[in-house]
């Protein structure tokens, strides 16, 4: 276990603390006295300082994935985009053979599959540093898989686009208030339309669009999320490719079926997007199903994850 000197424990901070649960691993670089960095030590989170950051600081970035017995659907995709996004707000990447030892290690004594977050931030962030950053650290938490997606989505669109939207990061604020405005209106969530008026995606997943021959994705800024990635590969594999095109709330009228994805939920039906209604066309589900089905499970280590 890493030791660090302890903050002094504000009562909030200090019961939060507490309730982390020991599946949460973070890992810091320690670096030895030459440039190169020595070997990474693991520990749980132990003070106060190293909660207020993810507390306090809205900077980091993150992925999700469900891990089962047998490994990660898209797990390398997943390692790239905690690095690629590290180095766009960090400067400096995350070593993904690490991060696949730190998920190994986390899940194990965890019912599988399980719901498991890598967040990739740097503590007690310098601000007056903010342009030459130290190398971020990762957690890992460990949570059980609750799928939360209704049958069929009913979305309501709003004028609204994500910060950096290339990149999974932990900005959630905007995403949440959408949410929740959407859900007070009576809907399941909100469908993201920019200022120009083209679609983008959701508040948490990215939609596709089905004509009755093609899947058409929007072209406006959008997380490229790995779910979708993983669809379009399998529905290649299955003869049926996409297109991508600038798609905006009029042109909806000319889809017969929708749909929404990410990786926790899977491919969801969309029901309706404001008041334009589409099929639930189960043989559209099922290829979808069998597009996601068609990436195989990657291992996190060689032999067995155990439970």
């Known amino acids: 276990m890493v030791h660090r000197s302890a903050a002094p424990a504000l009562p909030w901070a200090r019961r939060l603390l507490d ?7 973070w890992n ?11 070997p990474i030590t693991t520990g749980t989170i132990t003070t106060v300082t190293d909660l207020e950051t ?7 970035n993150f992925t999700a994935m469900p891990v089962c017995p047998a490994g990660v659907r898209g797990l390398g995709l997943h390692l790239e985009r905690l690095d690629r996004d590290a180095r766009i707000l960090f400067g400096h990447g995350v070593d993904g053979d690490e991060v696949r030892a730190r998920i190994h290690a986390a899940v194990q004594g965890h019912e ?8 990739v931030f740097v503590p007690n962030l310098p601000v007056d540093r903010i342009d030459d950053l130290p190398e971020p650290e990762f957690l890992v938490r460990v949570r059980p898989l609750v799928p939360s997606r209704p049958a069929a989505a009913r979305l309501r669109s709003t004028r609204y686009a994500r910060d950096l939207p290339q990149v999974k990061h932990v900005g959630t604020f905007g995403l949440f ?3 929740r405005l959407a859900r007070q209106a009576g809907y399941d ?16 997943s990215n939609v596709g669009f ?3 021959s093609r899947i058409v994705l929007p072209a406006a800024p959008a997380l490229p999320g790995i779910e979708m990635r993983l669809l379009t590969d399998g529905l290649r594999r299955h003869g049926v490719d996409h297109e991508t095109w600038d798609l905006r709330l009029p042109d909806l009228s000319g889809f017969r079926s929708a749909f929404m994805t990410n990786v926790i939920n899977g491919a969801t039906p969309i029901a309706a997007i404001d008041d334009v209604r589409f099929d639930l066309d189960p043989a559209l589900v099922e290829l979808l199903e069998a597009a996601h089905l068609s990436n195989p499970l990657e291992p996190l ?7």
Request: hydrophobic fraction near 30%.
């Open 28 to 38: 810091q670089p320690q670096h030895s006295s030459g440039c190169s960095a020595g």
């Open 112 to 119: 599988l599959p399980a719901n498991v977050r890598v967040t």
């Open 189 to 204: 969530d909100a469908l993201f339309v920019s200022a120009d008026g083209r679609i983008s995606e959701s508040t948490v």
């Open 301 to 307: 280590v060689n032999g067995d994850l155990g439970r």
């Open 177 to 179: 208030h959408q949410y």
């Open 54 to 60: 993810l507390a306090y600081v809205n900077y980091g």
């Open 19 to 25: 309730q982390i649960p020991e599946s949460v691993v």
């Open 210 to 212: 089905y004509d009755g």
